[in-house]
């Protein structure tokens, strides 16, 4: 009789999940790594947002540049009315340099697009948002239409009113001619930033750090463009409020606004 073989044992296979420990640590690990990475993105979306608002700011130079040439060298006013369609508009600087950019959407920052309500600004429209509702109460007319958020600021020390600006009870001072501007490459005429009602022009909102990475996009009034730093001042008091954001260094270093222009000695006045 043929002995046979016992019989083999079915192997049993074990499956083993995760216990919860191992679970929470995965998880931890996670909330660690996400927390390390999305600052990084963060800066990194910032960055490519900065280099937009850099390439906006180098527009407006290059458009400025364009406008003195086709005006004897002389740089665009501030803002003065215009009869369109028999109705009374407020022609801005930036409704004056559009033209030469073919491109309105560069008027608005991408990191803020809405820093400004225009129509608010002017007085035809209340939106709630700095600057105040109707800081001009209606009385430069309603906007060209060009573009209804602004995001950056004009040195108003180099755009002039004009002569004879009825926004200005007929007077005003003469457009600033390109010739008498001692430090060109020094002097900023647009920049990051917002109007109060008061005509002041901080680098950034009161209580906030400018938009860029503590800095702010800047043009100068030879054309180009540049990065320009801030720092905060806990002890520098504007337009009632204490601790702002100042620029850096250069002939604004400690200013909260890139307002006035660069003389031949390096200090920054209203005229050249």
């Given at each position: ?14 499956r083993?999940?995760f ?5 929470l ?91 400004m ?76 930033g917002i109007?109060?009602?008061?005509f ?17 996009s ?15 001042d ?38 050249p």
């Amino acid at each position: 009789m043929a002995l046979q073989a016992p019989p083999k044992e079915v192997p049993v296979i074990r499956r083993r999940g995760f216990t919860l420990i191992e679970l929470l640590v995965v998880i931890a690990i996670i909330a660690i790594l996400a927390a390390i990475l999305f600052p990084v993105f963060a800066q990194a979306r910032e960055s490519a947002r900065k280099t937009q608002c850099l390439s906006n700011t180098k527009q407006f130079g290059t458009a400025v540049m364009m406008y003195v040439q086709d005006y004897d060298e002389l740089y665009p006013l501030s803002i003065y009315p215009a009869s369109i369609g028999g109705s009374m508009r407020a022609f801005s600087v930036f409704d004056a340099i559009i033209p030469y950019t073919k491109n309105a959407g560069i008027v608005a920052c991408p990191s803020e697009p809405k820093a400004m309500d225009w129509d608010s600004v002017l007085g035809v429209a209340a939106s709630g948002q700095e600057p105040n509702p109707g800081c001009f109460g209606g009385a430069l007319g309603t906007s060209v239409g060009n573009f209804k958020y602004l995001s950056y600021n004009a040195n108003y020390a180099v755009f002039q009113e004009g002569q004879g600006n009825p926004y200005f009870g007929g007077g005003g001072d003469p457009p600033t001619a390109m010739a008498s501007m001692a430090r060109p490459a020094d002097t900023a005429i647009f920049a990051d930033g917002i109007l109060l009602c008061n005509f002041k022009s901080p680098i950034a909102h009161l209580g906030k750090a400018p938009r860029h990475q503590n800095g702010v996009s800047c043009t100068f009034a030879d054309g180009h463009s540049k990065f320009v730093k801030g720092r905060f001042d806990p002890a520098k008091s504007f337009s009632g409020t204490t601790g702002v954001w100042v620029v850096a260094d250069g002939p604004y270093a400690g200013s909260p606004e890139l307002w006035g222009i660069v003389h031949d000695d390096g200090t920054v006045g209203q005229f050249p």
